[in-house]
């Protein structure tokens, strides 16, 4: 079963150090949830991974392949960016084909979500809209490894509450790696939490670790078990 290894990631922005030897590990049939304050760096850490963003040091590897440019990790790494990437004046249909293997197009035209959509523009979709399309499109390719940065904005709670089914469901075969601002989604769904701050990432064993870094207050704290429990 192959790992997702990320090592000794480093980047600075005008030598302030945004991210320090960062490591990071994702095995396929696991979700590994990424935390952190606002402008902490987690969506620059995945573009990172996802070989769009350029820095000082990495070292990526999938298996026994080191990911060292974009040709190298095609069809093993692919990536939901929080910006709608969609072209605006192309049918969903069309997208579809464009972007799925043919082997993949069956599932996704009849999905429930997507099949009263198929004829309709992407312009022509709600934000909602727009962002389960895109989700589904990254999560059916047949990359190994999906980076998801903030799947469940501007969806609502009934399609959040899909597409966190969907995950689990399909994760057998997949690697994720899950940032979101509503953190509570990611913690719920993970089955290994990493924390950002100050550029370090760290794993967190016990939940009660984003108390004591100011992550979390104590009434957060207590209402994400009662919600777990």
Known sequence: MNTLHVDSINKSYDNNKILSD???TCKKGEIVGL????????????????????????FIQIGDKVINNIASRRTLINYLPQENFLPNNIKIKSLINLFQPKENRHELVNNDYIKPL?????????????????????IHSNAEFILLDEPFNGVSPIVR??????????????????TDHDYENVINLADKIMFLKDGVLKEVINQKQLVDSGYLTQNNYDMLIEASS
């Open 22 to 24: 960062i490591f990071l």
């Open 161 to 178: 509450t899909y597409i966190i089914n969907y995950i689990r469901k399909i994760k057998s075969s997949k690697g994720f790696i899950i």
């Open 118 to 138: 198929l004829h309709k523009k992407n312009q022509e979709l709600s934000g909602g809209e727009k962002r389960i399309v895109e989700i589904l499109l990254i």
């Open 35 to 58: 935390i952190g304050r606002n402008g902490s760096g987690k969506s620059t850490l995945l573009k990172i991974i996802f070989g769009i963003e350029k820095c000082e040091h990495k």
